[in-house]
């Protein structure tokens, strides 16, 4: 019972800090409350990096051998994140403040089960920038 507490703890986490953070990050009204989310999309990021250090048992998920719920809980974002990345040019995932999650994104990107799942870069990114107008995001790109 309590590995799987842990693990909902940091699903309800990636739910209730780090979705909103990646959201405000490409969709926040101004340019300067985009790089205040990206940062707290990167905190947030840096916090499942620990987490995942620390549950993973050295596995390739955070489960270990093999893809669970606090994976599939985060992995969904794993398109917003790079569509996020792409139009803002900001490095959220990346190996010097995240190891351990960049090689995980790729990974869990590449199970035989998600692949077909997750939508291209380029359909989120042409998504994104639909609400951006919709929304009146000011400078965006």
Do not use: M
Not at 17 to 42: H, M, N, Q, V, Y
Request: glycine content about 8%; charged content about 20%; hydrophobic content about 50%.
């Amino acid at each position: 019972p309590y590995p799987r507490a842990i693990h909902r703890f940091w699903t309800a986490f990636v739910d209730d800090k780090f979705w909103p953070a990646l959201d405000g990050a490409s969709l926040a009204s101004t340019p300067e409350a985009r790089a205040e989310a990206a940062a707290e999309a990167r905190a947030a990021l840096r916090h499942l990096e620990e987490a995942f250090a620390a549950l993973s048992n050295g596995g390739a998920f955070f489960s270990g051998a093999a893809p669970g719920l606090l994976d599939i809980a985060l992995g969904c974002f794993l398109p917003a994140l790079r569509a996020c990345e792409r139009l803002s040019g900001a490095v959220l995932l990346d190996e010097a403040a995240t190891p351990l999650l960049k090689k995980w994104s790729e990974r869990f990107a590449g199970v035989h089960a998600v692949k077909p799942l997750l939508p291209e870069t380029d359909e989120v990114v042409g998504f994104t920038r639909f609400l951006q107008a919709k929304f009146g995001v000011a400078g965006a790109n």
